[in-house]
C-alpha cells in the first residue's frame, strides 16, 4: 500500500475531490482525517472509509477561521499520534464571480478566505506538525487558471488560485531541507455537481468543453490519482511543482513560435 503508515488530513473532504482522495487514500493504508464545513458529507466519507476497512475520522472546521484549521491539525495529532500529509483541497467557486467589473467586494473576500486564506492557514499550522512526524507532503489545490486565466471571467477565483500556485513554491523552497515537500495540485475542469450546477447553460458549458483538448471534463477520481501520487513516497523529488492534470488545456493555449 502506497500511503502505509501515514496520517493525512483533507480539507474539503466531503465532497468532489476530496471525498475522492479521502477514499483512495484510505484504500491505500492511510489514516485519514476528513475535514469539512458540511457534518453529514464529513461523516459520510468516513463511513464509507471505516465500512471497507480503512481508518478515518471527522472533523468539522471551516477553513478561513484560524481557530478551526488550528484545531484540526490537533485533532489529528490527537487522534493518530502525527500528520505526514496535508492536503489542503476546500474550496469554493460563487455564482456571482465574474468580471473585476462586477464582481462584488464581498464575493471577492469570500472566495480569497475559502481559497486562499485556508491554504495560508493548514500550512502556518500544518506544517510544525509535519516536522514533528519527520517531514512530509502538503498539497495544495490550485488550478490550470492559476496559468492561462479562465475562459469566461471568474476574477476571485483566478486570483485565489494564482495566491495558492505563488505561496506553493515559496513554501517548497522554504522547507525542502527539512524533509518537506509542497505541490501545487492544478486540475482543469471537474465534474461535480457544483460544476453542473454552474453550467447548467448548455452554451456556458460548450465554451467551456471546446478549451479541453479530450472533449470532456475530469473525473474527481482522476485528480484523486494524482493527489496519491504527491502524497506518497514516489514523488520523493517532486517539490515546488506545478502538477497540472487539466486534459492538455494548458497546452492547447501555448501560442506556436
Not at 466531503?14 to 477514499?23: D, K, P, V
Not at 473585476?100 to 502556518?124: M, P, R
Not at 489545490?141 to 469566461?152: K, L, P, R
Not at 482543469?188 to 452554451?203: M, S
Request: proline letters at 4%; aromatic letters at 6%; one cysteine or more.
Amino acid at each position: 500500500m502506497r500511503l502505509k503508515d501515514k496520517v493525512a488530513l483533507i480539507t474539503g473532504a466531503g465532497s468532489g475531490i476530496g471525498r475522492e482522495t479521502a477514499l483512495l487514500f484510505a484504500q491505500e493504508g492511510a489514516q485519514v482525517v476528513a475535514c469539512d464545513l458540511n457534518e453529514t458529507s464529513g461523516k459520510a466519507v468516513v463511513e464509507a472509509i471505516e465500512q471497507s476497512g480503512g481508518q478515518a475520522a471527522f472533523v468539522k472546521a471551516d477553513v478561513s477561521k484560524t481557530a478551526d484549521i488550528k484545531g484540526a491539525i490537533d485533532f489529528a495529532e490527537a487522534t493518530y499520534g502525527k500528520l505526514n500529509v496535508l492536503f489542503n483541497n476546500a474550496g469554493i467557486f460563487h455564482a456571482n464571480d465574474g468580471s473585476v467589473l462586477e464582481t462584488e467586494e464581498d464575493i471577492w473576500e469570500l472566495t480569497i478566505n475559502v481559497n486562499l486564506k485556508s491554504v495560508f492557514l493548514g500550512c502556518k499550522y500544518g506544517i510544525p506538525a509535519l516536522l514533528r512526524s519527520g517531514g512530509g507532503s502538503i498539497i495544495n489545490t490550485a488550478s490550470f487558471v492559476a496559468i492561462v486565466g479562465a475562459a469566461t471571467p471568474q476574477i476571485a477565483y483566478t486570483a485565489s488560485k494564482g495566491g495558492v500556485l505563488a505561496m506553493t513554491r515559496e513554501i517548497a523552497v522554504e522547507f525542502a531541507r527539512q524533509n518537506i515537500r509542497a505541490n501545487a495540485l492544478c486540475p482543469g475542469p471537474v465534474q461535480t455537481p457544483l460544476l453542473d450546477e454552474l453550467l447548467a447553460d448548455p452554451a456556458r458549458r460548450q465554451r467551456r468543453l471546446v478549451h479541453i483538448p479530450p472533449g470532456r471534463f475530469a473525473q474527481a477520481p482522476e485528480i484523486a490519482n494524482a493527489a496519491l501520487f504527491l502524497a506518497s513516497d514516489e514523488s520523493s523529488f517532486v517539490n515546488g511543482s506545478t502538477f497540472l492534470v487539466d486534459g492538455g488545456i494548458t497546452a492547447a493555449y501555448v501560442t506556436p513560435e
